[in-house]
């Protein structure tokens, strides 16, 4: 089935620990999205890629890195220098914009992060 | 900078009451406009996309409409049932494929 996975769903991280958060798609989507996700909150975004070897910076893009080397792939690691991890992180992609059918982004089920 | 607003950001209503969901954006050069519902610690699923030079969209019970020159949409869910008790939000794609979302709508919909 055509998708978007995200993984893993849960993880958690010590202080001072980079960790990377996965996010695949089989959509042939070329425009990928970060979202993070407080509690009560809307989605703010983090990184965003509209073609391979492409990205973006979001509105919150201190203290996170992405990588686009492949159409499928859009990995994001969230490095020690990001202060208050803890989020729900979700994952879109999307055909670009200029596509005359069929603009829809569809997400992933999302990776809870905590800091231990 | 786009800012998408979505008031009110609670809704509590009566089952069979319809709902009506509001968002605001500050800029009108969009492609497209989307909701979607998310339900309590998932993703988010597609509701209704609406391309720039559309005026509405209908699915079922759904209606969303579009006024791109006012930077408005609504969402209109008919004779609502407790089943569509979710958090509502709408996202708007605008240059450089940017998806910009607002706040939500949490709706409970009570028996």
């Known amino acids: ?116 | 900078k786009q800012e998408v607003t979505q008031i009110p950001a609670a809704l509590s209503v009566p089952e069979g009451e319809n709902l009506v969901l509001n968002c605001s954006f500050t800029d009108s050069a969009i492609y497209n406009l989307q909701w979607f519902r998310q339900d309590p610690g998932k993703g988010l699923t597609s509701l209704l996309l609406i391309q720039s030079s559309q005026r509405e969209q209908t699915s079922g019970r759904l209606n969303a409409s579009l006024d791109k020159s006012s930077g408005r949409s609504t969402l209109y869910i008919a004779a609502s049932q407790p089943g569509d008790s979710a958090t509502y939000l709408c996202a708007v794609k605008a240059a450089g494929n940017k998806l910009t979302f607002g706040g939500g709508t949490r709706v409970l919909v009570k028996p």
Not at chain 1, 73 to 84: C, I, R, Y
Not at chain 1, 103 to 110: I, K
Request: a neutral charge; aromatic letters at 12%; hydrophobic letters at 30%.
């Open chain 1, 1 to 116: 089935d055509g998708g978007i996975t995200q993984s893993p769903k849960y993880l958690f991280r010590k202080e001072g620990q980079n960790v990377t958060l996965s996010c695949e798609q089989n959509l042939n989507h070329d425009a990928m999205y970060w979202y993070r996700q407080d509690p009560g909150q809307g989605l703010r975004l983090i990184y965003y890629s509209q073609i391979v070897n492409d990205f973006q910076k979001g509105d919150i893009a201190e203290g996170y890195s992405v990588s686009r080397e492949k159409k499928e792939s859009f990995p994001l690691t969230v490095t020690s220098a990001q202060k208050n991890p803890t989020a729900f992180y979700l994952c879109a992609s999307s055909p670009r914009a200029g596509v005359p059918l069929n603009t829809e982004a569809f997400f992933g089920q999302g990776t809870r992060l905590t800091v231990v």
